[in-house]
Structure formats: C-alpha cells, structure tokens
C-alpha cells in the first residue's frame, strides 16, 4: 500500500499547487490571490534571476515570511545555481543558493524542487508560499476498495482509492 499512499499524497499535492477548481481544488498557482512577477527589462525568457527572487520574495505579505517555502520545477536548478550576490566593492561573490544537511535555501528560506511545478520559462516554475494558507477539506475518510475480479484473466488485483476533499488558498486576493 505504500505506493497507493505515495500516487494519492503526490495527486493531492499537485491539486494544492496546480488544481483549476472546477471540481477540483483551487490550486496556488491559480489562484486570485496569486502574484506574478515579471521578467527583469532585459531579461532573456526562460531564465530565472536572483532580481526575480528579491521580487518575489519583496511581495510576500510579512505575516507569511516565517512559514514560507520555495518551491520549483527541477530545470530551475542550473539557474538557481548559477545565481550569485555581490558583496561590497572587492568584486566578492557569493552564491545566491545555499545547501546545507541536504536542505537548499534562498534568501533564508527553504527550497524544495518538485516536478509539480512547471518547468522553467512559465507561470509556476518558481513558487513561494506559505502552506499554512491553504485550506483543506476532505468530507469524509479516504476509502479503498479491492477487486480480484476484474483482471482475474491475468492474475491482477484492482484497487479503487477514494477521496473526497476540496481545498483553495486562504487568501482571496493579493496584497
């Protein structure tokens, strides 16, 4: 059963991040409340820079800051790579992401790379959010069913995964 467990958490985790709300919860990426960033004036298209970090992260409501996460498709991660901060007037670079115990982090905040995320160059390749402001609602337990009928030919068992939830971003609009 861990891999019903692991194929059902990984689709509730899509429709959290990507879900279009019509009958399905209202994923962040879709969501009113969600902000764009725009592309620095000269930036070329399919790349992320630190400025867009800064941007972003300059957009994110202070109540939200401790709880925050990044997250972001894994073909971000030679852009997230190659970003560097300079420091004062040596010419000093510093790596703009940091690893430390196997955990990533920018601007001091976590970063998780997950392929539910879109890949890089469009709207939610790079996510960040607070968790804690999302609602999720599930009407009733998840429930499986199990029948040896159905591939009894070849020897298989079916199983059906039910679950009843529904979920959108705490927050209505943007501020």
């Known amino acids: 059963m861990d891999a019903t467990g692991s194929a059902l958490a ?3 985790d899509d429709a959290i991040l990507n879900g279009p709300g019509a009958g399905r919860p209202l994923g962040v990426v879709n969501a009113a409340s969600t902000i764009t960033v725009n592309k620095e004036s000269g930036q070329t298209s399919g790349t992320f820079s630190f400025e867009n ?6 957009r994110l409501h202070p109540a939200c800051a401790a ?9 971000t991660l030679p852009q997230l790579l190659s970003m560097t901060v300079g420091t004062g007037s040596s ?8 690893q430390q115990t196997g955990v ?53 068992i079916v199983l059906r995964v039910t679950v009843r939830l529904d979920g959108l971003p705490g927050w209505g609009r943007a501020f």
């Open 91 to 98: 010419g000093t670079w510093y790596p703009a992401l940091t």
């Open 104 to 156: 990533y982090s920018l601007l001091g905040r976590p970063l998780f790379l997950t392929e539910k995320c879109a890949v890089l160059g469009t709207k939610g390749d790079v996510v960040l959010l607070d968790p804690s402001q999302f609602i999720l609602g599930m009407r009733k337990g998840i429930t499986v069913a199990l029948s040896e009928h159905i591939k009894f030919a070849s020897d298989e």
């Open 10 to 12: 990984w689709g509730i």
């Open 53 to 58: 970090a800064t941007a972003m992260f300059s």
């Open 67 to 75: 709880n925050s996460i990044w997250l972001a498709n894994p073909s």
